[in-house]
């Protein structure tokens, strides 16, 4: 053991949980757990909570990560598409909501809506997998997480509120997009499901939903004022697009309302 009077870290708990903690300090992690139930309800919060995303998503932990996905093609220039094969066909969204949600725009190009849902669905599933870091910015910072992707993407990037769906924020990164940065924001119900939100520069001025799944993932893309958005998660239709309209509602209605 190492000297026991020295405070366990956050960092060490997760560890702890993980699993990657030093033998020598184990010992220690285990009788402040002993005496201190705080720290030890959320260790054991997290196990549930890792235990419940690696039965669902181990079978795609140990993919390559696309190269697309690559942070280090930020500043180039923009690449040229190379597309896999999404396994449904693209269709138009026409799954409830009112003439607003259906008739938001245009149909969106298919080239655009491709390479929209191909990265953000492959973004959806190399962090989604992540426990201790699925995030660069956590959601305890969501005034900072936003400035800093507005500042970093070029348009106004919004972490909206989905309490109504279960639904907590996780955090955000950024990404490569299309052609320069995209943000990403995860979310997380409490028995460990979790969506995104990719939003990236669009050739497109607007268009209404689209929707797509592969395997047992699903998104909806639209697109407003040259930004398209991706949410990604369950390939269960209704919950995706229950996600979805509130999503479009704190990101897209505000700024028309304002203005």
């Known amino acids: 053991m190492t000297d026991p009077t020295i405070p366990v870290t956050e960092d060490e708990l997760h560890a702890y949980v993980d699993n990657e903690l030093p033998t020598e300090r184990r010992g220690d992690v285990e009788a402040w757990l002993a005496t201190h139930a705080d720290d030890a309800e959320r260790v054991q919060s997290w196990r549930a ?22 942070l280090e093609r930020l500043g180039r220039e923009p690449r040229r598409w190379i597309y896999g094969t999404i396994a449904a ?12 949600w259906l ?24 962090y989604v997998v992540e ?5 660069e910015v956590p959601g305890s910072e969501r005034t900072h997480l936003q400035q800093w992707l507005t500042k970093r993407c070029g348009w106004a990037v919004r972490a909206p509120e989905l309490d109504a ?25 409490a028995n460990g ?17 689209r929707y797509t799944s592969r ?17 990604s998660g369950t390939s269960d239709r209704e919950r995706l697009t229950q996600v979805a309209r509130l999503v479009y509602d704190q990101t897209e209605k505000p700024e028309k309302s304002g203005g």
């Open 49 to 70: 909570m890792a235990e419940a995303l690696h039965a669902r998503y181990d079978s795609i932990a140990n993919e390559p990560v696309p190269q697309r996905l690559d």
């Open 89 to 100: 066909s693209f269709l138009a969204f026409a799954a409830g909501g009112g003439a607003g």
């Open 103 to 126: 008739a938001h725009g245009a149909a969106a190009t298919p080239s655009t809506f491709k390479s929209f849902t191909v990265d953000a669905l492959d973004a959806y599933r190399l």
């Open 131 to 135: 426990v201790r870091h699925p995030v």
């Open 165 to 189: 769906t279960g639904l907590k924020l996780v955090g955000g990164r950024l990404l490569p997009g299309p052609t320069g940065p995209a943000s990403f924001l995860m979310y997380e119900s």
């Open 193 to 209: 499901e979790r969506f995104t939100i990719y939003t990236a520069k669009a050739m497109t001025e607007a268009t209404q939903m």
């Open 215 to 231: 395997d047992n993932e699903g998104a909806l893309f639209w697109a407003d004022d040259g930004v398209g958005y991706v949410v």
